[in-house]
């Protein structure tokens, strides 16, 4: 390969989404979803120490609303605690910074595998649009925006008990920007009435359809996710970028085909 054309592949990579997705499976593999010993032994204990890791590291509405964590009394309150596991308080969380740590805690790895199948998928492309340093600001701003956006909606009633986990709030901000960015280009996704067969549609389509859900799954009150804070990072992602007076392109510089050896960045919105 010419040293030009490497040094200028090198530059230009997604070396910051890349590193997000890397940075948020170390997350998991230390904490109580991964084979760490310290967590327990059997799966009772398990998903205790996973209940209390969320707690301490995730991002919960009422302490974003009031700047403290929450009391024992207040943890008493929540709902879905689990039998023989009592909730503690964690009187040294900071829950400012809580907002940052929350993006790289997950549920689980169907939950991980999940955001960061979107993130491989349609992170690389407004990467390259913004650059590297400005990309990450952007994807911590709209983690930021869509925790905050959910705690005054949601307020210090049982659901702003919960804590917030996952990097979907950042990540839905992502595709917001795309859209923005890149209307036209041709996404991949599997139609599920169609016996999941891989199809390619514009991104207008298959990111308009995927923030109809999150609307309609907000105001239906689906219990178990967070559809508001998506519905919140996906708006401000649209407008941050449309604000900073970037132009839509046709075609993403990151797809297949576009450049040679370019990696076969297409996945399947759910």
């Not at 997604?14 to 967590?39: E, F, Q, R, T």
């Not at 969320?54 to 605690?81: C, K, N």
Request: a positive charge; aromatic letters at 12%; proline letters at 10%.
């Amino acid at each position: 390969m010419d040293p030009a054309m490497f040094l200028s592949r090198a530059r230009s990579a997604p070396l910051v989404s890349y590193l997000l997705i890397a940075v948020n499976c170390v997350v998991l593999l230390a904490g109580p979803s991964g084979p760490a010993p310290g967590y327990g032994s059997t799966p009772a204990q398990r998903a205790c120490a996973a209940q209390r890791y969320q707690q301490r590291w995730g991002a919960v509405p009422a302490e974003l609303l009031s700047g403290r964590p929450l009391t024992t009394a207040q943890l008493e309150r929540a709902a879905a605690q689990l039998p023989d596991c009592p909730a503690r308080a964690t009187p040294g969380k900071r829950p400012a910074l809580s907002v940052l740590s929350s993006l790289f805690v997950h549920g689980g790895w169907l939950h991980l595998l999940g955001n960061m199948l979107f993130l491989f998928v349609f992170g690389p492309g407004v990467e390259q649009r913004l650059g590297r340093t400005r990309f990450l600001l952007f994807y911590l701003a709209a983690g930021a925006l869509a925790a905050y956006g959910y705690a005054v909606t949601t307020g210090t009633g049982p659901a702003g008990l919960r804590p917030l986990v996952g990097a979907s709030g950042a990540i839905a901000g992502v595709l917001g920007g795309y859209l923005r960015l890149y209307p036209k280009a041709r996404v991949t996704a599997l139609v599920p009435l169609l016996f999941f067969l891989p199809l390619r549609f514009p991104a207008w389509l298959v990111l308009g359809l995927w923030f109809a859900v999150q609307w309609w799954s907000a105001h239906d009150g689906s219990p178990g996710v967070a559809y508001l804070a998506h519905v919140i990072g996906f708006t401000g992602g649209f407008l941050a970028v449309w604000a900073a007076g970037l132009r839509a392109r046709y075609a993403d510089p990151t797809s297949p085909g576009l450049r040679p050896g370019a990696p076969p960045h297409q996945g399947a919105p759910s």
